[in-house]
């Protein structure tokens, strides 16, 4: 799919697919620039898996950043850009 911008030239948006939890840090900086609430921080068992914040607060090792709300996504792609780790997915659809 392609778009334009508001003067008229050619742009694909590239919508966040995924984040890996395993490369993760949890820095926030991505949902800092993301004003469509598609990310949200999770918790992180010390098996690698996410889990329940509420349910399984002692079983916590450390936070990541999670899908929360993917068809928010307008793929303007300030996540990806801020990302020190590399740690997302993007597709143009």
């Not at 993301?34 to 068992?45: F, H, I, K, Q, S």
């Not at 950043?65 to 303007?76: F, I, K, L, T």
């Amino acid at each position: 799919m392609s778009a334009t911008t508001r003067d008229g030239r050619s742009w694909t948006p590239s919508y966040l697919n995924a984040i890996d939890p395993g490369v993760c840090i949890g820095c926030g900086r991505c949902y800092k620039v993301c004003g469509r609430g598609v990310m949200t921080l999770r918790g992180v068992n010390d098996e690698g898996e996410i889990v329940d914040d509420e349910e399984d607060e002692d079983d916590i090792d450390r936070r990541v950043m999670a899908m929360d709300d993917a068809g928010a996504c307008v793929g303007c792609g300030a996540c990806a850009r801020v990302c020190p780790t590399n740690c997302q997915t993007h597709i143009a659809v």
